[in-house]
Protein backbone atom coordinates (compact mmCIF):
# COMPACT_ATOMS: atom_id res chain seq x y z
CA UNK A 1 0.00 0.00 0.00
CA UNK A 2 0.84 3.56 0.12
CA UNK A 3 3.47 5.23 2.83
CA UNK A 4 1.87 7.10 5.32
CA UNK A 5 3.21 10.63 4.96
CA UNK A 6 6.17 11.71 6.42
CA UNK A 7 6.32 14.60 9.32
CA UNK A 8 7.65 17.36 8.11
CA UNK A 9 10.95 18.98 10.21
CA UNK A 10 9.22 22.46 11.24
CA UNK A 11 11.09 25.60 12.67
CA UNK A 12 9.09 28.54 14.41
CA UNK A 13 10.60 31.95 14.27
CA UNK A 14 9.76 35.51 15.88
CA UNK A 15 9.15 37.80 13.11
CA UNK A 16 12.31 40.09 12.83
CA UNK A 17 14.75 36.68 14.21
CA UNK A 18 17.01 35.54 11.26
CA UNK A 19 15.99 31.35 10.22
CA UNK A 20 18.29 28.74 9.44
CA UNK A 21 16.94 25.86 7.46
CA UNK A 22 19.29 22.60 7.05
CA UNK A 23 19.64 20.25 4.36
CA UNK A 24 21.57 16.94 3.73
CA UNK A 25 22.12 15.79 0.33
CA UNK A 26 22.92 12.12 -0.36
CA UNK A 27 24.61 12.12 -4.31
CA UNK A 28 27.99 13.44 -4.01
CA UNK A 29 27.88 14.20 -7.92
CA UNK A 30 25.50 16.50 -7.66
CA UNK A 31 27.05 19.94 -8.88
CA UNK A 32 23.88 21.94 -8.79
CA UNK A 33 21.66 22.82 -5.88
CA UNK A 34 18.31 25.15 -5.30
CA UNK A 35 16.29 26.37 -2.33
CA UNK A 36 12.70 26.42 -3.26
CA UNK A 37 9.91 27.98 -1.04
CA UNK A 38 6.52 26.76 -1.74
CA UNK A 39 3.53 28.31 0.11
CA UNK A 40 0.21 26.58 0.36
CA UNK A 41 -1.91 25.35 -2.71
CA UNK A 42 1.31 27.05 -4.96
CA UNK A 43 4.15 25.42 -6.51
CA UNK A 44 7.63 25.56 -5.40
CA UNK A 45 8.91 28.93 -6.50
CA UNK A 46 13.08 29.48 -6.69
CA UNK A 47 14.69 31.65 -4.00
CA UNK A 48 18.29 30.81 -4.36
CA UNK A 49 20.91 28.68 -6.15
CA UNK A 50 24.58 27.46 -5.53
CA UNK A 51 27.01 25.57 -7.80
CA UNK A 52 29.57 23.12 -6.60
CA UNK A 53 32.77 24.93 -7.16
CA UNK A 54 31.44 28.03 -4.21
CA UNK A 55 30.38 27.17 -0.54
CA UNK A 56 28.49 30.59 -0.03
CA UNK A 57 26.12 32.77 -2.37
CA UNK A 58 24.36 35.66 -1.03
CA UNK A 59 21.32 37.01 -2.34
CA UNK A 60 18.26 39.52 -1.42
CA UNK A 61 17.87 38.52 2.71
CA UNK A 62 18.44 34.89 1.92
CA UNK A 63 22.34 33.21 2.32
CA UNK A 64 22.99 29.58 0.86
CA UNK A 65 26.45 27.79 2.62
CA UNK A 66 27.15 24.88 0.97
CA UNK A 67 29.37 21.91 2.50
CA UNK A 68 30.44 19.56 0.35
CA UNK A 69 32.56 16.90 2.64
CA UNK A 70 29.53 16.64 5.15
CA UNK A 71 26.65 17.00 1.75
CA UNK A 72 25.00 19.75 4.14
CA UNK A 73 23.00 22.79 2.57
CA UNK A 74 21.80 25.20 4.51
CA UNK A 75 19.24 28.35 3.86
CA UNK A 76 19.66 31.86 6.01
CA UNK A 77 16.94 33.76 5.95
CA UNK A 78 17.35 37.59 7.65
CA UNK A 79 14.97 39.58 9.39
CA UNK A 80 12.32 36.81 8.84
CA UNK A 81 8.93 37.89 8.27
CA UNK A 82 5.72 36.83 7.97
CA UNK A 83 5.41 36.07 4.71
CA UNK A 84 8.29 33.89 4.20
CA UNK A 85 6.03 31.58 6.15
CA UNK A 86 5.79 27.99 3.70
CA UNK A 87 7.77 25.32 2.97
CA UNK A 88 10.80 25.27 2.15
CA UNK A 89 12.75 22.96 -0.43
CA UNK A 90 16.37 22.12 -1.52
CA UNK A 91 16.64 19.83 -3.78
CA UNK A 92 20.07 18.61 -6.56
CA UNK A 93 20.80 18.34 -9.66
CA UNK A 94 24.07 15.83 -10.54
CA UNK A 95 24.35 17.93 -14.02
CA UNK A 96 25.69 16.29 -16.98
CA UNK A 97 23.14 14.37 -18.70
CA UNK A 98 20.69 14.57 -15.58
CA UNK A 99 19.55 18.50 -17.17
CA UNK A 100 15.95 19.02 -15.84
CA UNK A 101 16.34 16.37 -13.23
CA UNK A 102 15.79 17.05 -10.00
CA UNK A 103 16.06 15.61 -6.61
CA UNK A 104 14.26 17.41 -4.22
CA UNK A 105 14.85 16.71 -0.20
CA UNK A 106 11.71 16.46 2.12
CA UNK A 107 10.72 19.98 2.73
CA UNK A 108 10.90 21.82 6.21
CA UNK A 109 8.10 24.16 7.43
CA UNK A 110 8.84 27.88 8.30
CA UNK A 111 6.36 29.42 10.26
CA UNK A 112 7.01 33.26 11.58
CA UNK A 113 4.99 34.56 14.42
CA UNK A 114 4.41 38.56 14.08
CA UNK B 1 4.86 36.00 -20.59
CA UNK B 2 2.41 33.48 -18.96
CA UNK B 3 5.21 31.25 -17.46
CA UNK B 4 4.05 27.68 -17.13
CA UNK B 5 0.24 26.79 -17.49
CA UNK B 6 -1.28 23.73 -16.51
CA UNK B 7 -4.78 22.42 -16.47
CA UNK B 8 -6.81 21.25 -15.23
CA UNK B 9 -6.58 22.83 -11.77
CA UNK B 10 -8.84 19.73 -10.02
CA UNK B 11 -9.94 16.43 -11.52
CA UNK B 12 -11.47 13.52 -10.06
CA UNK B 13 -11.44 10.38 -12.01
CA UNK B 14 -12.41 6.82 -11.30
CA UNK B 15 -9.72 4.01 -11.34
CA UNK B 16 -9.48 2.59 -14.63
CA UNK B 17 -9.85 5.82 -16.53
CA UNK B 18 -7.35 7.42 -18.35
CA UNK B 19 -6.79 11.22 -18.59
CA UNK B 20 -4.43 13.72 -19.88
CA UNK B 21 -2.89 16.38 -17.85
CA UNK B 22 -1.54 19.43 -19.37
CA UNK B 23 1.70 21.72 -19.47
CA UNK B 24 2.16 24.23 -21.41
CA UNK B 25 5.66 26.92 -21.35
CA UNK B 26 5.95 30.41 -23.41
CA UNK B 27 9.51 30.97 -22.25
CA UNK B 28 11.37 28.82 -24.68
CA UNK B 29 12.70 26.30 -22.33
CA UNK B 30 13.98 23.00 -23.98
CA UNK B 31 13.83 21.03 -20.29
CA UNK B 32 10.06 19.87 -19.43
CA UNK B 33 9.79 18.33 -16.36
CA UNK B 34 6.67 16.46 -14.14
CA UNK B 35 6.68 15.93 -10.67
CA UNK B 36 4.22 14.72 -7.83
CA UNK B 37 3.73 15.83 -4.69
CA UNK B 38 2.16 13.46 -2.13
CA UNK B 39 1.43 14.93 1.36
CA UNK B 40 3.84 15.69 3.61
CA UNK B 41 6.39 14.83 0.99
CA UNK B 42 8.65 16.44 -1.61
CA UNK B 43 8.86 16.20 -4.95
CA UNK B 44 9.20 13.19 -6.82
CA UNK B 45 10.45 13.18 -10.99
CA UNK B 46 7.99 11.35 -13.44
CA UNK B 47 9.37 11.97 -16.76
CA UNK B 48 11.24 14.64 -18.22
CA UNK B 49 12.49 16.05 -21.38
CA UNK B 50 15.27 17.27 -22.96
CA UNK B 51 13.99 18.80 -26.25
CA UNK B 52 11.45 18.30 -28.53
CA UNK B 53 10.89 14.38 -29.68
CA UNK B 54 13.42 13.46 -26.41
CA UNK B 55 12.06 12.22 -23.12
CA UNK B 56 13.36 10.32 -20.34
CA UNK B 57 11.94 8.55 -16.98
CA UNK B 58 12.14 9.31 -14.03
CA UNK B 59 12.43 8.37 -10.25
CA UNK B 60 8.81 7.13 -10.63
CA UNK B 61 7.58 6.87 -14.10
CA UNK B 62 5.53 3.60 -13.95
CA UNK B 63 1.53 4.19 -15.14
CA UNK B 64 2.44 7.53 -16.75
CA UNK B 65 3.16 8.02 -20.62
CA UNK B 66 4.69 11.93 -21.88
CA UNK B 67 5.45 13.12 -25.35
CA UNK B 68 6.75 16.03 -26.84
CA UNK B 69 6.07 17.20 -29.92
CA UNK B 70 6.65 20.70 -29.19
CA UNK B 71 9.14 22.84 -27.31
CA UNK B 72 5.89 24.59 -25.72
CA UNK B 73 3.79 21.63 -24.47
CA UNK B 74 4.45 18.26 -22.64
CA UNK B 75 1.19 16.67 -21.35
CA UNK B 76 1.59 13.72 -19.13
CA UNK B 77 -1.12 10.86 -19.49
CA UNK B 78 -2.59 8.39 -17.07
CA UNK B 79 -3.20 5.09 -18.68
CA UNK B 80 -5.43 3.24 -16.22
CA UNK B 81 -6.02 5.71 -13.21
CA UNK B 82 -5.05 3.76 -9.73
CA UNK B 83 -5.70 5.25 -6.28
CA UNK B 84 -2.25 5.46 -5.71
CA UNK B 85 -2.14 7.95 -8.37
CA UNK B 86 -3.95 10.78 -6.24
CA UNK B 87 -1.07 13.59 -5.92
CA UNK B 88 -0.52 16.80 -6.52
CA UNK B 89 1.15 16.74 -10.18
CA UNK B 90 3.51 19.27 -11.13
CA UNK B 91 4.85 20.91 -14.27
CA UNK B 92 8.38 22.80 -14.36
CA UNK B 93 10.31 24.10 -17.37
CA UNK B 94 14.41 25.17 -17.24
CA UNK B 95 16.99 26.26 -19.66
CA UNK B 96 20.51 25.65 -19.23
CA UNK B 97 22.39 28.34 -17.33
CA UNK B 98 25.60 25.84 -18.34
CA UNK B 99 27.44 22.96 -17.22
CA UNK B 100 25.24 21.17 -14.36
CA UNK B 101 23.32 24.20 -13.86
CA UNK B 102 19.30 24.92 -14.76
CA UNK B 103 16.87 27.08 -12.76
CA UNK B 104 12.79 25.49 -12.86
CA UNK B 105 10.18 27.25 -13.04
CA UNK B 106 6.73 25.63 -11.75
CA UNK B 107 3.28 25.58 -12.79
CA UNK B 108 0.54 25.79 -10.27
CA UNK B 109 -0.12 22.36 -9.95
CA UNK B 110 -3.00 19.94 -10.86
CA UNK B 111 -4.80 18.31 -7.71
CA UNK B 112 -5.36 14.59 -8.69
CA UNK B 113 -7.92 12.49 -6.77
CA UNK B 114 -8.95 8.85 -7.95
CA UNK B 115 -11.12 7.11 -6.15
Known amino acids: GESVGLHLPTLSVQEGDNSIINCAYS??????FIWYKQESGKGPQFIID?????DKRQGQRVTVLLNKTVKHLSLQIAATQPGDSAVYFCAENAGGTSYGKLTFGQGTILTVHP | NAGVTQTPKFQVLKTGQSMTLQCAQDMNHEYMSWYRQDPGMGLRLIHYSVGAGITDQGEVPNGYNVSRSTTEDFPLRLLSAAPSQTSVYFC??????????????FGPGTRLTVT
Open chain 1, 50 to 54: IRSNM
Open chain 2, 92 to 105: ASSYSLGQGANEQY
Open chain 1, 27 to 32: NSASDY
